[in-house]
Nanobody, 115 residues
Framework: QVQLVESGGGLVQPGGSLRLSCAAS????????MGWYRQAPGKERELVAR???????TYADSVKGRFTISRDNAKNTVLLQMNSLKPEDTAVYYC?????????WGQGTQVTVSS
């Protein structure tokens, strides 16, 4: 079993920055993919960014050039640096870990971009 704990959400003005952090604990195997998804009210959950154990990354087109995902394999943590935030980035952000065809989810953290 894997547990994911997120932190770092909050309220920020347009153009501002936030950094989300997610720590995995439990039975975490070395080879996995960690990522961030988000869900805005009335919309489906969507991929924001993900990174595998080799640090290969994938980003949604809407966040390319503004968000950066990184990970610390030794600490089983993944970070999402979000810059130039826009009101449309407002959502609940979820950390996810994929391992052996299973996906584990964190509890989610709210990000609100508003003036």
């Amino acid at each position: 079993q894997v547990q994911l704990v997120e932190s770092g959400g909050g309220l920020v003005q347009p153009g501002g920055s936030l950094r989300l952090s997610c720590a995995a604990s439990g039975t975490v195997f070395r080879f996995n993919t960690m990522g961030w998804y988000r869900q805005a009210p009335g919309k489906e959950r969507e991929l924001v960014a993900r990174i595998n154990s080799s640090r290969s990354t994938t980003y949604a087109d809407s966040v390319k050039g503004r968000f950066t995902i990184s990970r610390d394999n030794a600490k089983n943590t993944v970070l999402l640096q979000m810059n130039s935030l826009k009101p449309e980035d407002t959502a609940v952000y979820y950390c996810a870990l994929d391992s052996f065809s299973l996906r584990y989810w964190g509890q989610g953290t709210q990000v609100t971009v508003s003036s």
